[in-house]
């Protein structure tokens, strides 16, 4: 037996081992079962065990250590929850024989949430809810919460959009203060002549070019050929000139940073008494505008641009299939009279200087191919009875380019001004140039890097960009270069700083024409207008920042989680009535152990095990692609991405918008 001094120096021993073993801070990360990771910030990964992960949640900030296990690997012990920003969530309620739970909808916490009698607040089975976290797991993993509101049944009228914009706490009301405010701004022409900082523009002839229904309308155009190419001035709405910093109406927009349609729910970033009336640019009325006015050269070329505040008056409200019509020959509907033919020429005016800006673009920066996009029709009932893919015309491709033109050129201005906010993408990953650098090796004579350049370069990235898209065009490989590098790319991201924006192959970006839309917008006219009045901007916050980054991306992933919910209720019909039925669809998405394909007639995705194919599939992480190779080690089928297969629907849980189906042919 130890006596009191051998207890002692047996305690400081442990202690010194404690006090000498190495400490690790991170964010808790889900992996796709019940483990997970635990990124620090010097960006290294730690791996978390099934049973350690039953004490945190996903994003939890965490301390930890790490020991070797008994195969030799490395995992995380976990030794404090430093902050777990996790406190409300929204799910489904579940009833297991007496155990009453909550199954989350959540991007990355997925575990059954256990509540207790005191807090079920009468929920049923089956029913949609809000949730407050009771008690954390850890240490124990025993986690807990209660039900504080109960939104209602996934068999509701309009419900998918009401319940997607709860889970990602979205603002689609606006209290009685902040319509009032609304409603007593008062727009008047002479007030704003009477600002010798604001032109009158009211003559100027300017249209907007907008969807048929659309009345928050942002943006009006102008065009004019000139000997040298064309002059183009684009009105932007000026929500800043009623808005001001911090006033109740600027707070409302910053609680949303951005306005979002969901089917069957519209929630503007600011009240409609303003988007849709007061600042809006409709026909026929006064309205103050943000303009930025440019040079365009025969070649597409920004040769100039200036910006300045004045007041305009939209002479026409112009949808895009008029429009389109119209520049594709197939009407003739603004050639009658003198006002018509006022509109005729400036339409011809903006065709041919937005096909010289995409020229341009094309040859000088980039243009990568985005996902289609998807409409889905409502029944009364708020469920979807029709899906179809938009088609983008001649009179999207003109407004388009504009739009890009003067975004572009506002980000050059602060860029002069060496203030401002901008939009940045970095290109690929970090952890991904190993990758790259392989492919480049793989295939040297499609992807080739100037001298001295790298890919995380912006003209190195450039180039192995037009290099993928013209193997791809080229068909000289089967693999999709374009589409490979598409999935090793990072997410844009705001800043303060000037930055490349990669993707577009641009040294600098923001966006400044959607103010009515979008918070970023109309800070970028706030800074604008002060550089032109030379007057010293504050610089934005960090949290303000962050704050306008997170919301636009939670009501980005709002907006298609209802959509692809909608969307598998619909095909979930379709199936019942035939369940012999074969889509065609695409590959967007390859892991270790199945595809991800998108139904072409839908964008429905969903998933394909390729564990449960005939023959013996391997998975190329570097060309995300699954193969079976012959003896001779000859690829003699592959799925990879963008190649075209047929499915069949396996299985449907529309509400987790978990998709399967079964692979037919390829």
């Known amino acids: 037996m130890l006596n009191t001094d051998s207890l002692a120096q047996l305690k400081n021993i442990k202690q010194q081992i404690k006090d000498n073993t190495p400490r690790y801070t991170g964010i808790v990360r889900a992996g796709t079962g019940r483990y997970g990771f635990v990124n620090t910030p010097d960006k290294q990964q730690f791996f978390i065990s099934p049973d350690e992960m039953e004490k945190v949640i996903p994003g939890d900030e965490i301390q930890f250590i790490t020991k070797k296990t008994n195969d030799g690997k490395t995992q995380s012990v976990i030794e404090k929850v430093l902050n777990s920003p996790l406190k409300d969530f929204c799910g489904?309620?579940?009833?297991?024989?007496?155990?009453?739970?909550?199954?989350?909808?959540?991007?990355?916490?997925?575990?059954?949430?256990?509540?207790?009698?005191k807090f079920r607040n009468g929920a049923k089975d089956g029913q949609l809810v809000e949730c407050k976290l009771s008690q954390h797991p850890f240490p124990h993993g025993k986690i807990q919460a209660k039900i504080t509101n109960i939104i209602g049944s996934p068999e509701d009228d309009f419900i998918e959009s009401q319940f997607m914009s709860k889970a990602?706490?979205?603002?689609?009301?606006?209290?009685?203060?902040?319509?009032?405010?609304?409603?007593?701004?008062?727009?008047?022409?002479?007030?704003?002549?009477?600002n010798a900082e604001r032109q009158d523009h009211s003559s100027v002839p300017f249209i907007t070019i907008d969807s048929a229904t659309s009345r928050d309308l942002d943006d009006a155009l102008f065009c004019e050929a000139n000997d040298n190419g064309w002059g183009l001035t684009v009105a932007i709405a000026d929500p800043t000139a009623l808005i001001q910093p911090d006033d109740i109406l600027d707070k409302a927009a910053q609680q949303r940073m951005t306005s979002s349609y969901m089917p069957g729910l519209t929630s503007p970033m600011l009240p409609s008494e303003l988007s849709e009336d007061k600042l809006s640019l409709l026909a026929d009325k006064t309205r103050p505008a943000m303009i930025c006015k440019m040079a365009i050269s025969s070649e597409g070329e920004i040769t100039s641009f200036e910006f300045y505040a004045a007041i305009v008056r939209s002479h026409a409200k112009l949808n895009y299939t008029q429009v389109a019509e119209f520049l594709d020959g197939n009407s003739d509907q603004y050639s009658n009279d003198k006002a018509d033919a006022v509109i005729s020429d400036s339409l011809k005016a903006l065709s041919a200087c937005s096909q010289a800006l995409l020229k341009r673009r094309k040859e000088h920066h980039l243009i990568i191919k985005n996902r289609p996009d998807y409409r889905v029709v409502l029944d009364e009932h708020g469920k979807a009875k029709d899906v179809s893919e938009l088609s983008?015309?001649?009179?999207?491709?003109?407004?388009?380019?504009?739009?890009?033109?003067?975004?572009?050129?506002?980000?050059?201005?602060?860029?002069?001004?060496?203030?401002?906010?901008?939009?940045?993408?970095?290109?690929?990953?970090?952890?991904?140039?190993?990758?790259?650098?392989?492919?480049?090796?793989?295939?040297?004579e499609q992807l080739v890097?100037?001298?001295?350049?790298?890919?995380?370069?912006?003209?190195?990235?450039?180039?192995?960009?037009?290099?993928?898209?013209?193997?791809?065009?080229d068909e000289v490989q089967q693999l999709d270069?374009?589409?490979?590098?598409?999935?090793?790319?990072?997410?844009?991201?705001?800043?303060?700083?000037?930055?490349?924006?990669?993707?577009?192959?641009?040294?600098?970006?923001?966006?400044?024409?959607?103010?009515?839309?979008?918070?970023?917008?109309?800070?970028?006219?706030r800074i604008i207008k002060q550089q032109l009045k030379q007057q010293a901007i504050e610089p934005l916050s960090d949290e303000l920042i962050q704050a306008m980054q997170d919301k636009q991306n939670a009501t980005r992933n709002a907006?298609?989680?209802?959509?692809?919910?909608?969307?598998?209720?619909?095909?979930?019909?379709?199936?019942?009535?035939?369940?012999?039925?074969?889509?065609?669809?695409?590959?967007v998405q390859a892991n270790p152990v199945g595809i991800t394909v998108r139904l072409d007639a839908s964008g429905l995705e969903g998933f394909v095990e390729t564990k449960k194919l005939?023959?013996?599939?391997?998975?190329?992480?570097?060309?995300?692609?699954?193969?079976?190779t012959d003896e001779s080690g000859e690829i003699t089928q592959r799925l990879g991405l963008e190649q075209s297969?047929?499915?069949?629907?396996?299985?449907?849980?529309?509400?987790?918008?978990?998709?399967?189906?079964?692979?037919?042919?390829?």
């Open 92 to 117: 489904q309620y579940v009833v297991k024989g007496k155990g009453h739970f909550v199954a989350p909808q959540h991007p990355t916490f997925n575990r059954w949430v256990f509540i207790p009698p």
């Open 645 to 666: 297969v047929k499915v069949k629907v396996n299985s449907i849980k529309a509400l987790s918008r978990d998709v399967r189906f079964t692979l037919e042919s390829f």
């Open 392 to 444: 983008k015309t001649s009179a999207h491709q003109l407004v388009e380019e504009c739009m890009v033109a003067a975004n572009r050129s506002a980000a050059d201005f602060m860029v002069q001004n060496e203030v401002g906010l901008f939009i940045n993408h970095n290109g690929f990953r970090t952890e991904r140039l190993g990758d790259i650098k392989a492919l480049v090796k793989e295939f040297p």
């Open 614 to 628: 005939e023959g013996k599939w391997q998975f190329n992480a570097k060309h995300f692609q699954h193969v079976i």
């Open 481 to 525: 270069l374009t589409a490979i590098f598409a999935r090793q790319l990072e997410r844009s991201k705001y800043t303060t700083e000037p930055a490349p924006h990669m993707g577009m192959g641009l040294n600098a970006y923001t966006n400044f024409t959607s103010p009515l839309r979008r918070y970023n917008d109309l800070l970028v006219h």
């Open 559 to 587: 907006m298609w989680n209802t959509e692809q919910w909608l969307k598998a209720q619909w095909l979930e019909q379709q199936a019942a009535e035939n369940k012999d039925a074969i889509y065609d669809a695409t590959i």
């Open 168 to 194: 990602w706490n979205l603002a689609n009301t606006f209290t009685e203060e902040e319509i009032t405010a609304a409603t007593d701004y008062s727009v008047k022409a002479e007030d704003y002549l009477m």
């Open 449 to 473: 890097l100037p001298e001295g350049k790298k890919p995380h370069e912006i003209e190195g990235f450039i180039a192995l960009q037009k290099g993928a898209q013209t193997a791809n065009a």
